[in-house]
């Protein structure tokens, strides 16, 4: 539990700090700074390009670094940029400082999922895995703490700079982890840099070959299709069915607080009954609750927070646990860098057609349908996973059943 929690941290730090404290702290800053919307659109663009460009460089080159030390060093760079962050006046150099955090935030979460199947124990690396990807949703609960305790009082430049002594707290303590963890394996005799990595080549003809690594992928895609879209004009469908603006509010409350606890009990099932039923379950839940919201919005609108919640912060923990099942360590970070570049990918072809559709009808209706289709599509994909997995079991147990 301890790897697990520690690493949520690190999750916190580099994603819900690194990524989206900016976007708790800009009407704050607004007062004081020229941050107009183009910066903010700018911002926005760059951060999802950059972090694309972290997640392809983690498949290309992750297998050639140091995942401990990966970890140290994007954790000690987001903190300190954080506290830079504290004393800029610069729109520009900020959004600069935004796109190498987002660079870091990919690269940390694949050296997590390498350092977790690789010393973690295999019969709980999904409730690891998904325990330190909900680590986000933690950091969206301390943004929301900082925003409402911090920065009245102390104002936004020391949120941010409170947001680095945290980050750098999560260091200190993630280096003593590791420390301990290099320890522990070299007192086993365990090779601590062996492991099977793919050349680049070698990666993408996995990706696009075989079942697990290319299903992985095109999870993520349909997920970040998803649930990018559904969040990025949530807010604005709301306010097109004139409802109060607060019902937008209490909804990101309760996909943060859903996010906060799905980890650990998506992790055990995954687990203890298999990957094949967890997909089953988040993807269920997610599909009924956006279909749910699609017919009446105003009276499903907290549920279909709930479905976001519950599947997008262990998605990430159960695809990893799943890919990990079939691949060494360094090759489930690798093909896990192409699922984030597709993940990206995904978002971004989401919110275009949500865009054109909306253009085209002057409604987002049609966009929710359309996302709630993507969930269905997602559960339908959970159901070839899960019936894949018994096919493969009956078989084992049919190879070892004695024979007449």
């Known amino acids: 539990m301890r790897l697990a929690v520690t690493f949520g941290f690190n999750q916190a730090i580099s994603h819900g700090f690194g990524m989206f404290l900016f976007a708790a702290l800009v009407p704050m800053m607004q007062q004081t700074l020229d941050i107009n919307s183009w910066y903010l659109a700018l911002a926005g663009a760059l951060t999802q390009i950059a972090y694309l460009c972290g997640a392809m460089l983690l498949g290309v080159i992750g297998h050639r670094l140091d995942s401990g030390r990966t970890l140290l060093v994007t954790g000690s760079l987001t903190s300190s940029f954080l506290f830079i962050m504290g004393w800029l006046d610069n729109p520009v150099i900020m959004i600069c400082l935004l796109a190498i955090m987002a660079i870091s935030a990919a690269m940390s979460w694949g050296s997590i999922v390498e350092l977790v199947t690789r010393h973690g124990r295999a019969d709980r690396t999904a409730t690891n895995l998904s325990i330190a990807s909900s680590g986000t949703a933690w950091g969206y609960s301390v943004n929301g703490l900082i925003i409402l305790l911090i920065a009245p009082l102390l104002g936004w430049r020391s949120s941010w700079m409170a947001a680095a002594v945290l980050g750098m707290l999560v260091v200190f303590t993630t280096f003593t982890l590791l420390k301990s963890m290099r320890n522990q394996a070299q007192s086993q005799d365990i090779d601590v840099n062996f492991a099977v990595a793919?050349?680049?080549?070698?990666?993408?003809?996995?990706?696009?070959?075989?079942?697990?690594?290319?299903?992985?992928?095109?999870?993520?895609?349909?997920?970040?299709?998803?649930?990018?879209?559904?969040?990025?004009?949530?807010?604005?469908?709301?306010?097109?069915?004139?409802?109060?603006?607060?019902?937008?509010?209490?909804?990101?409350?309760?996909?943060?607080?859903?996010?906060?606890?799905?980890?650990?009990?998506?992790?055990?099932?995954?687990?203890?009954?298999?990957?094949?039923?967890?997909?089953?379950?988040?993807?269920?839940?997610?599909?009924?609750?956006?279909?749910?919201?699609?017919?009446?919005?105003?009276?499903?609108?907290?549920?279909?927070?709930?479905?976001?919640?519950?599947?997008?912060?262990?998605?990430?923990?159960?695809?990893?646990?799943?890919?990990?099942?079939?691949?060494?360590?360094?090759?489930?970070?690798?093909?896990?860098?192409?699922?984030?570049?597709?993940?990206?990918?995904?978002?971004?072809?989401?919110?275009?057609?949500?865009?054109?559709?909306?253009?085209?009808?002057?409604?987002?209706?049609?966009?929710?349908?359309?996302?709630?289709?993507?969930?269905?599509?997602?559960?339908?994909?959970?159901?070839?996973?899960?019936?894949?997995?018994?096919?493969?079991?009956?078989?084992?147990?049919?190879?070892?059943?004695?024979?007449?």
């Open 198 to 404: 793919m050349g680049t080549k070698q990666l993408f003809k996995t990706v696009l070959r075989e079942r697990t690594a290319f299903l992985s992928c095109f999870m993520l895609l349909l997920v970040g299709a998803s649930t990018i879209t559904f969040t990025t004009w949530l807010n604005t469908y709301l306010a097109e069915l004139s409802l109060p603006s607060a019902l937008g509010g209490y909804t990101w409350g309760m996909i943060g607080l859903t996010g906060m606890i799905a980890g650990f009990f998506v992790g055990k099932l995954a687990d203890k009954k298999g990957h094949g039923v967890a997909l089953l379950s988040i993807f269920g839940v997610f599909a009924l609750s956006l279909v749910a919201f699609s017919f009446h919005p105003a009276k499903f609108v907290m549920l279909a927070g709930f479905g976001y919640g519950m599947m997008y912060f262990p998605i990430w923990g159960i695809v990893a646990g799943w890919v990990n099942k079939q691949y060494s360590s360094k090759a489930t970070m690798q093909i896990n860098g192409i699922g984030m570049v597709t993940f990206g990918l995904g978002g971004t072809l989401g919110n275009l057609l949500a865009g054109m559709i909306h253009e085209a009808t002057g409604s987002l209706q049609n966009v929710y349908w359309l996302i709630s289709a993507l969930g269905i599509a997602l559960f339908i994909l959970a159901m070839y996973i899960y019936q894949s997995e018994r096919q493969t079991k009956t078989s084992m147990v049919g190879d070892i059943s004695p024979t007449a």
